[in-house]
């Protein structure tokens, strides 16, 4: 069974930084596809950031100069850094890994607020 699971997140000042990780389990092939989707409350999942098996990204208008993903082919894991947090950063977020399938993390709280 594939599992992913984020950890890093947290209670962080406007302008702070925090660095969330993503390691899966279950599964011997690369993702495709790995990324980082936010939910703020009342709001819709939204794209963060993603990060193909070569290394191709996609980010977000709004995370862009800001947020940096990296991750680690070989242990499928997924990293997400990210500087001068706003308080419209405030969601959880989702590590998600594509191959065939689409499979998701249980998230993890992020909260920007002094």
């Known amino acids: 069974q594939v599992q992913l699971v984020e950890s890093g997140g947290g209670l962080v000042q406007p302008g702070g930084s925090l660095r969330l990780s993503c390691a899966a389990s279950?599964?011997?092939?690369?993702?495709?596809?790995m990324g980082w989707y936010r939910q703020a409350p009342g709001k819709q999942r939204e794209l963060v950031a993603t990060e193909s098996s070569t290394g191709q990204t996609n980010y977000a208008d709004s995370v862009k100069g800001r947020f940096t993903i990296s991750r680690d082919n070989a242990k499928n894991a997924v990293y997400l850094q990210m500087n001068s947090l706003k308080p419209e950063d405030t969601a959880v977020y989702y590590c998600?890994?594509?191959?065939?399938?689409?499979?998701w993390g249980q998230g993890t709280q992020v909260t920007v607020s002094s």
């Open positions: 998600s890994g594509v191959l065939v399938e689409n499979y």
């Open positions: 279950g599964i011997i092939f690369s993702f495709n596809v």
